[in-house]
């Protein structure tokens, strides 16, 4: 086991033991094939994978029928995007989304652009959110499609779904939220209710790594998405491919660890939260970028300036595992977008760092986390001529 503290849930979370458990008989044991429909084999994997579905449906709230498997968040994204391109393009081919979406997103409406398809990006202020006001002007008869992502993953700000859902819905178009960050950390009863689809992915929530879900409010036979991936006509000919029965019980054995104890767990990452952010504030200069009422009970983000971000990630990487952003982005040498488009210069935006926090953190590992940045700060700092040569508040 490493000794590094783990500060990264939003990157991945470890899969619990239980998890673990409750796949392992259909490696090996019970490893038929769920669509094979003549013998035992196939019928004790299908009616795991219809239990499985069951109880994910019942753990959230909605219909079984509303859920697709898919391989993570980002196949989720693309089977949505480009579905609903595909399904609605005889109405029209604008879809509106923000500057600050994950990469998935603004990856694949970038491959819609290129295809015909026109797409407004909505800028978001400096807390991270859009204005309902700009989405009101934005819509057009010929929107097909809302894009919004509902918790931020790098700074855990949470739109403000109501009121996008009312306008969205008003326009007679369609609203989809990526919602892979906010399973198992808030409720999401209400969620359901204001989307049309939403995504999420099992390794968030302490689940297994390769399998992801689409939720599709009007589901039934001959209303969902246009085929994704063709092959064999699974999940109602909207998926093909063979049903990765493991995966799926395992995904759902997380979800129901995760909402079992959801209220006292998410006031117990607040409460944990909150001290890691006024700790690393007491560090001279820095800010926070996570400052709405309304965010993830996890995740901190928070700017160093005068910082060199690269140094200082590699050298909290000997004891601490946490990032300046998004995993998906770690190969991308530009700063965070979502801090760009939230208005921070790009030198703070590079000095940052997101700090996410889950079942096994704990005020030790807080206390100790603070210890650790605070003081390579300084020696960053200690380090850099700018440092010294800042503007200093007058003495009083």
Known sequence: MYSQLY????ATTPCLKEVVDSMLPYFNQDFGNPSSSHHPYGWLAKSAVEDATLAIAQNLGISPSSLVFTSGATESINMVLKGVARKMQSKGNHIITTKSEHKAVLDTCAFLEENGFE?????VDSKGL????MLSEMLR???????????NNETGTVQPLDEISRLTHKNGSLLFSDTTQALGKVDLSKVFQLVDFACF?????YGPKGIGLVFIKDNEDGNGLPS????GGQQKKQRGGTINTPLIVGFSKAIALAIENINIETQRLKTLRNKLETGLLQIELAISNST???RLPNTVH????????????????????????SACNSASVEPSHVLTAMGIERSLAYASLRLSLGKYSTENDIEKAIAIITNEVVKQRDNNILWDRREKEPTP
């Open 228 to 231: 994704f991936i063709q092959g």
């Open 130 to 133: 859009i204005s309902v006001e």
């Open 292 to 294: 709405t009422p309304q």
């Open 302 to 325: 928070i700017s160093f300036p005068y910082v060199d971000g690269a140094n200082l990630l590699t050298a909290l990487s000997r004891q601490i595992a946490v990032s300046n952003g």
């Open 201 to 205: 992915s099992a390794h968030k929530v």
């Open 7 to 10: 500060f990264d849930y939003n």
């Open 119 to 123: 797409v407004t990006y909505l800028d």
């Open 141 to 151: 008869p010929e929107t097909i499609l809302v894009s919004i992502l509902y918790a």
